[in-house]
């Protein structure tokens, strides 16, 4: 079973600065998903297969990563970006699993 | 537009059984995989299992004696069963579709619609 590690586990960050999650993965994989909740709401899709955008997310998010190190990074974090990211991959025998998460407040 | 909705009891005593189920509409049941997942207390997400479009079933090993889903085609529903519920149970449920994209020569699968999420808490 693959695990997920993410750091950090909480951070703060003043509008205006770059912002950046990363997610270890315990054995190498071929891509990363990454997903916004915020309190009260349901995970939304955020960037899938480790760079693609999901439908609405604004383009000072990006993500990158190979083999067992991925990142989710903001350029230019803003206020509506205080969320949790998870990180999340799909392994073989079927399972899915998710990073910790981490707490993004901005300040 | 795909739109999921949870939902079931609230409250569950110990030791008994948890069920809920998740209404589709705007997507057929039968295209595609339903999973259910749940996020603890303190943000642990753990993914429970799915249900293919074929019907097959897939589950988290930790949870694979005591978890089982379904579904009812004819009402574009699918279903949680989870036995022998204890305190350590309690947590938001959400379920959600798979959607499939091709990546490299195969294909992968990320959560592209979810639920809203039943809170589920497990207490006598």
């Known amino acids: 079973e693959i695990v997920l590690t993410q750091s950090p586990t909480t951070m703060a960050a003043s509008p205006g600065e770059k912002v950046t999650i990363t997610c270890h993965a315990s054995s190498s994989v071929s891509y990363m998903h990454w997903y916004q909740q915020k309190p009260g709401a349901s995970p939304k899709p955020w960037i899938y297969a480790t760079s693609t955008l999901a439908s609405g997310v604004p383009d000072r998010f990006s993500g990158s990563g190979s083999g067992t190190s991925y990142s989710l990074t903001i350029n230019n974090v803003e206020a509506e970006d205080a969320a949790t990211y998870y990180c999340q991959q799909w392994n073989y025998p079927p399972m899915n699993t998710f990073g910790a998460g981490t707490k993004l407040e901005l300040k | 537009e795909v739109q999921l909705q949870e939902s079931g009891p609230g409250l569950v005593k110990p030791s008994q059984s948890l069920s809920l189920t998740c209404s589709v509409t705007?997507?057929?049941?039968?295209?595609?995989?339903w999973g259910w997942i749940r996020k603890f207390p303190g943000n642990k997400m753990e993914w429970m299992g799915y249900?293919?479009?074929?019907?097959?079933?897939s589950y988290n090993p930790s949870l694979k004696s005591r978890i089982s889903i379904t579904r009812d085609t004819s009402k574009n529903q699918f279903f949680l069963q989870l036995n022998s519920v204890t305190t350590e149970d309690t947590a938001t449920y959400y379920c959600?579709?798979?959607?499939?994209?091709?990546?490299?020569?195969?294909?992968?699968?990320?959560?592209?619609?979810w639920g809203q999420g039943v809170m589920v808490t497990v207490s006598s």
């Open positions: 959600a579709r798979y959607a499939r994209i091709y990546y490299y020569s195969s294909y992968i699968y990320y959560f592209d619609y």
């Open positions: 249900i293919s479009y074929s019907g097959s079933t």
């Open positions: 705007g997507y057929s049941i039968t295209s595609n995989y």
